[in-house]
């Protein structure tokens, strides 16, 4: 992996992702864009992966783990004795990379970025029912990079958007709250009525099964240090999931898709979504991708939910008749705080 690339990728992690979210990361981003010794340890990173998520959620890995070295006073999500960064933070954790950098580089080489962020439902959710509104028809669902499928439950979860009223399935124990940044809040009669969801498929390369404690703590370590609420609401959906697991398959979802659709009813929509799964795409993976959604579209109703494709945007294309209906949703959050409505 290029250097001097991943040293921007750092420097654009810290500005665009981590302002008014993580300090934590945002210094140690910036930090970690200068200095050649640790940019050396990211090599052993895959090309597709999100190099600063990776990097950071390898030593978070390891520190939920049990490692014992100063550097967890600085994390809240392992200690509660929280130091203040101007107190050595990046010195400590350069020491700890360097410390379990044969470690760090094993996870590097043999795990992938695969954040089951949940709150992503806050803003899928408006859009599923729009769906089922528009073509009155059960819900076929399949998730590219679902990880472990937390997202495709997004039918048995509650949701609140600013205000005291409740949508979505109003007694579960998973609730999502989001507000509307840009646009205006879709109507309130749209989001009462949950859709039907006839069928649901989750697709990943590398599944990950929240039953087994490896995976379970990685998926743990992809949440920023500071942001309990996500880990609350991460073990919340974990404990549905494993009471209503969804039938995950892996594979490249890319080239499965077409197999998997034809074995959907016909007198469903086939809904395809991923949230923050194209930007590990290679280009000519992306272009495979639209040729076999367009292809679908060319004999049933087939939706397209994404980003990261062509830009940061919510996408949604609809096929309907051999048509397609494309529409930009607006910008999103990354992890589901806010998000643009301008459908």
């Known amino acids: 992996m290029n250097k001097e690339r991943t040293a921007r990728k750092f420097s654009d992690f810290a500005v665009l992702e981590c302002e008014g979210s993580s300090e934590l990361y945002k210094h140690l981003s910036f930090h970690m864009a200068k200095d050649e010794e640790l940019l050396d340890i990211c090599c052993d990173a895959g090309e597709s992966q999100p190099i600063p998520n990776l990097f950071l959620g390898a030593v978070h890995y390891l520190l939920i783990q049990g490692k014992d070295h100063r550097l967890k006073q600085f994390y809240p999500s392992v200690s509660d004795n929280e130091r203040s960064m101007d107190q050595g933070l990046f010195r400590t954790f350069k020491d700890f990379c ?69 949508y979505g399935r109003k007694v579960a124990s998973v609730h999502l709250s989001s507000h509307i940044r840009k646009g205006t809040m879709p109507p309130a009669d749209l989001l009462q009525e949950v859709p039907i969801v006839q069928e649901r498929v989750g697709i990943d390369l590398h599944i990950s099964d929240v039953t087994k404690k490896a995976d379970y703590l990685w998926l743990k370590s992809l949440i920023w240090p500071e942001h309990k609420e996500r880990l609350a609401t991460f073990e919340a959906a974990v404990k549905q999931l494993r009471l209503t697991p969804p039938p995950l398959i892996e594979g490249d979802g890319v080239t499965m898709l077409s197999n998997v659709v034809q074995s959907f009813s016909s007198d469903t929509v086939v809904c395809i979504y991923h949230t923050h799964v194209a930007n590990q795409m290679t280009p000519e993976k992306k272009r495979e991708f639209i040729q076999n959604v367009n292809a679908i579209g060319d004999y049933r109703d087939v939706c397209h939910l994404y980003n990261q494709m062509e830009d940061r945007k919510l996408h949604m294309d609809l096929y309907r008749d051999g048509k397609v209906e494309k529409r930009t949703i607006g910008e999103t959050d990354g992890h589901g705080r806010w998000f643009d409505w301008l459908l």
């Open 98 to 166: 360097l410390t379990y950098k044969g470690e760090i580089k094993q996870i590097l080489h043999t795990k992938r970025v695969q954040t089951n962020e949940v709150r992503r439902c806050a803003y899928l959710y408006p859009l599923f029912c729009h769906l089922y509104q528009k073509t009155k028809k059960p819900l076929s669902l399949i998730e590219i990079g679902t990880s472990a499928g937390l997202q495709l439950l997004w039918d048995r979860y509650s949701y609140s958007y600013g205000d005291n009223q409740l």
